[in-house]
C-alpha cells in the first residue's frame, strides 16, 4: 500500500509529515453531517507524524511511503482484533471461574480491553 504524505516542517534530521487526505471524507459535501466526517475531523491531528529527512526534501513537497500487505495485516491485528480477543477471553475465564458475579465479569472483560489496548500501544510506540 502506497500513501501521499506533505512534508509540513523539517527539523534536525527528522522531517513532519501529514497524511494528503484529498479523497474520502474531507472531499465529500455530506463530510459535516456524517458521523464519520465529524470523527476524521475530530482526530485530523494524530495525522501527522515523523520520520527521518531524505535527502533533497524540502517543505511542501509530497513523499511517498510504501507498507507491505503483511505489515498493513499485522497492525491491523494489534489495533483491532487483539483487544476484541482480550475482551472475550477475559470474560469467558472469569465467567468460568466466578459464574455467580455478572458485575465482577463485566470489570474483568472491561480491564482485559483495557490493558490490551495499552499493549497496542505500546507495542507501536516500541517499533
Request: hydrophobic residues 45%; neutral net charge; charged residues 15%.
Amino acid at each position: 500500500m502506497k500513501e501521499q504524505f506533505e512534508v509540513i516542517a523539517l527539523e534536525n534530521k527528522t522531517m513532519t509529515l501529514k497524511v494528503n487526505r484529498s479523497g474520502g471524507c474531507h472531499s465529500c459535501s455530506a463530510s459535516s453531517g456524517c458521523g464519520t466526517g465529524i470523527l476524521a475531523n475530530y482526530f485530523d491531528h494524530y495525522s501527522t507524524f515523523n520520520k527521518p529527512i531524505q535527502n533533497g526534501v524540502s517543505v511542501g513537497d509530497f513523499v511517498t511511503l510504501e507498507i507491505s500487505s503483511s505489515e498493513l495485516f499485522s497492525r491491523a491485528f494489534i489495533l483491532y482484533i487483539f483487544p476484541l480477543l482480550a475482551l472475550f477471553l477475559v470474560g469467558a475465564v472469569f465467567a468460568y471461574f466466578v459464574p455467580d458475579n455478572e458485575p465482577l465479569q463485566i470489570f474483568f472483560s472491561m480491564l482485559g480491553l483495557i490493558l490490551a489496548l495499552l499493549l497496542s500501544r505500546w507495542l507501536y510506540q516500541s517499533k
